[in-house]
């Protein structure tokens, strides 16, 4: 009885914030190179606050070929809920080339098939952010070094679009992870260090979710 209460007011509070804060969700979205583990973090996310998930994580590059979204997601910190729609967006590259997936004993065919999709899907996510995202994840794999074209590129556009980031310093649970690096790299943002795979760290991960972009 006491927990059907609990459920009622703690429902009844939820619309009551709704209500008054009177404001859309933000959307954020899940940037990055091919293989940080940016569906991996999105299916967490969705997963620890919804149950549910967003997408496949692969071994494979660019598993992820369109952008997929997952729409209100409420995370709760301090008593107070900050409600998100999550972006997942395929992993951005200046180099796609089908011979990349005859490695994983795709044919030819599937192979060109796949990459013309990776192409068409960074295009595609290179428009929502400049269209339609209100702030970024940006999502790195620390144990690779993080000075790249396609990184500093995409941080400068984020930049020069002024949307709050976020970095995220995935695969901490690995050995040759060197967040620090990450940060020397970037000084002038943010950057969590976390395991998206292994759940290291998420409580950070949500506080500074609903710090930045609530
Ligand atoms: N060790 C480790 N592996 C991870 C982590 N996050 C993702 N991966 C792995 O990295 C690969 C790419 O992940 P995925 O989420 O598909 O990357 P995406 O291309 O950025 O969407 C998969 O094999 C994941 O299991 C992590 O925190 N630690
Ligand atoms: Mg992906």
């Keep these: 009885m006491m927990g059907l209460l609990k459920q009622l007011r703690d429902s009844i509070s939820r619309a009551t914030d709704k209500l008054f804060s009177g404001s859309k969700p933000k959307r954020i979205g899940i940037y990055g190179p091919p293989n940080a583990g940016k569906t991996t973090l999105a299916n967490r996310i969705v997963r620890d606050w919804t149950g549910d998930i967003v997408g496949a994580e692969s071994k494979i590059p660019h598993e992820t070929r369109r952008a997929r979204r997952k729409e209100n997601i409420e995370i709760e910190r301090n008593g107070k809920i900050v409600t998100i729609d999550i972006v997942d967006t395929p992993g951005v590259t200046t180099k796609i080339d089908y011979r990349e997936f005859l490695d994983f004993g795709m044919s030819k065919k599937d192979a060109i098939r796949r990459s013309r999709e990776a192409t068409e899907g960074v295009a595609e996510a290179m428009h ?49 992870s060197d967040p620090t690096l990450i940060e020397q790299s970037f000084p002038q943002h943010k950057t969590v260090p976390l395991s998206a795979l292994e759940g290291e760290n998420m409580d950070e991960v949500y506080d500074k979710i609903a710090d930045y972009f609530g």
Excluded: C, H
């Design 128 to 176: 929502w952010l400049r269209e339609d995202i209100d702030g970024v994840i940006y999502v790195l794999d620390s144990t690779q070094d993080p000075f790249t074209q396609v990184n500093t590129m995409l941080i400068g556009i984020i930049e020069s679009r002024k949307l709050p980031v976020l970095i995220f310093a995935n695969k901490i649970d690995l050995k040759k």
